[in-house]
């Protein structure tokens, strides 16, 4: 129960038996699940406390305790902590203080979770991994607003269903996002990336510094843990392949068959015929159709309001390696290319932030666009990365990976995914966007063949190769799905004009 996950605030949790505890200071008090690493170190008054753990590419050997030594060195403020961890990877936590403020922030991607309480709804500033903790822990109540959105059709009717801007289901919680910092004193939260512009890189620059992250990266878990690659016939989880090419006789290779997927479904087919024509073993987790009952109360019990059908998939990776794996997976590439697009049109039609709500969830209903317009009201300057990609970033992957993620760690010893890295992300995004987007991913494949041409010998997802027509149609689909009536007839009419443009031609 509860697998990997943790409580800050003034007093141990009294209920975990068998949970670390740490004294951070001045009445913070940290428990821990016992199979989450927790590091720290104290140099007079500095001192920094790691919950989960941090890799670096550049000493692919080093541990936690060598990382932490290495950062307390650039601790002359908060600032310079946090541009300290830009080239980490991992999923982790830091707390930090000098005695006269504390600090908390996580990794580039958020993908360790951290939720936070109004010290004058909770009575104190407690922290926590998810927000169950804090209806169980500190009795919270439902927020009135959030369980209409609970209630709603759209949530309630899709599998995939997420959490707008910073909300959570309870008064008084938030989630905090990444590229923030909460100061542990004062609950009060400021953005500390991007602080500058980005620079702007040709994609040939740009590679070789991604390049060198990302093996780096994917060395530095290998060299630490049992890691099983988790592989798809998508474009981020190959380039993960290519950047293993030199431990890649050290990882276990893996595709997680769902149970509504069929045999010949090209996730299962192109990794296979992928990693036959390298060499390297290939192994299937088939998930039942079903999940125990046993399993799903723990599954369901662990994380509030868990995804209901990966319950099957987690007990399958669970049966098969019993959490002694780490998993190396994928996610995050779509934050480099272009994953969420803004339609002017569809702004100019409605608001940014009703277009964002019906991007992310399908939907304009009240409590999501709420929650978005809240998050570009209090985005403040961030120079030259453009908010859809900063959408992807602290929305797409801040919250609804991080919780899915979260979700699997009762079946993984831990995930982690080198695009987690912020140096990773930031060198991506100063690319122009015309060389990291679809259908091409040029910067993606030039990476690819940087690192190793020959995982490019199979096609990356073939499946998804369409016609011009054919995409129109799929256009002309989604136009009517996620559009409002005003939206659909117009975009309609652009797409069969542009239908007629290409028959002609």
């Known amino acids: ?45 500095l001192s920094l406390t790691l919950i989960g753990f941090m890799l670096d590419p550049d000493a692919p050997a080093a541990t936690d305790e060598q990382i932490l030594h290495d950062l307390i060195m650039h601790f002359s403020g908060i600032r310079a902590l946090t541009a300290a961890t830009a080239r980490f990877g991992g999923r982790w936590i830091l707390v930090a203080d000098n005695k006269i403020q504390r600090w908390l922030f996580h990794d580039a991607l958020g993908l360790r979770q951290v939720f936070y309480t109004d010290p004058a709804e909770a009575g104190a500033l407690c922290a926590m991994s998810q927000s169950g903790l804090a209806r169980g822990v500190l009795g919270l109540a439902l927020d009135d607003e959030a ?48 602080d500058k512009p980005l620079a702007s890189l040709d994609p040939q620059s740009a ?54 997927m069929p045999d010949n479904h090209a996730d299962i087919e192109v990794p296979a015929r992928l990693l036959g024509s390298l060499g390297l073993p290939h ?21 509030f309001l868990s995804h209901d059908h990966y319950g099957a998939d987690a007990e399958a990776i669970f049966r098969t390696f019993g959490r002694k794996k780490v998993a190396l997976v994928g996610s995050g590439g779509e934050v480099g290319r272009c994953y969420t697009r803004v339609s002017r049109l569809r702004v100019w039609l409605t608001s940014l932030e009703e277009t964002l709500a019906r991007i992310e969830i399908g939907t304009t209903q009240k409590f999501a666009v709420h929650h ?10 961030v120079h030259n990365v453009s908010v859809s ?69 199979v096609p990356v997802n073939p499946h998804r190769k369409f016609s011009h027509i054919q995409r129109i149609k799929l256009l002309r689909m989604a136009i009517f799905v996620r559009s409002n009536w005003m939206e659909a007839i ?4 652009i797409g069969s004009a542009i239908t007629v443009i290409m028959l002609t031609n």
């Open 372 to 381: 978005y317009r809240k998050w570009l009201d209090e985005m403040g300057d």
């Open 1 to 45: 129960m509860y697998a990997s996950q943790f409580f800050i605030g003034p007093d141990f949790l009294e209920n975990k038996e068998g949970w670390k505890r740490t004294e951070l200071s001045q009445g913070l008090r940290l428990t821990a699940h016992p199979e989450l690493p927790v590091s720290r170190i104290v140099n007079g008054d």
């Open 490 to 493: 117009i975009l309609a009419a």
């Open 147 to 194: 369980k209409v959105y609970m209630e709603s059709h759209v949530f309630r009717s899709n599998l995939e269903y997420r959490w707008p801007g910073t909300a959570t289901a309870f008064r008084g919680l938030k989630h905090l996002l990444p590229n923030h910092v909460l100061d542990l004193d004062t609950g009060v939260v400021e953005r500390y990336w991007p």
């Open 389 to 457: 990609d900063l959408f992807e970033w602290e929305q797409g992957h801040g919250n609804w990976v991080a919780m899915t993620e979260q979700e699997f760690d009762i079946a993984w010893r831990d995930i982690y995914t080198p695009y987690n890295c912020r140096a990773v992300l930031a060198t991506m995004l100063s690319v122009k966007s015309k060389y990291r987007k679809g259908p091409q991913y040029r910067l993606f494949d030039m990476l690819i063949k940087k690192l190793w041409p020959a995982v490019l010998a």
């Open 283 to 303: 192994q299937v987790i088939r998930a039942e159709s079903s999940i125990s009952p046993e399993f799903a109360y723990v599954f369901k019990s662990s994380v």
């Open 207 to 260: 590679t070789g510094e991604i390049a060198h992250l990302l093996q780096g990266l994917v060395a530095a878990g290998a060299a630490r843990f049992d890691v099983a690659l988790s592989l798809t016939a998508g474009l981020d989880s190959r380039l993960v392949l290519a950047a293993a090419r030199h431990v890649k006789d050290q990882l276990t290779y893996v595709t997680i068959r769902q149970a509504k």
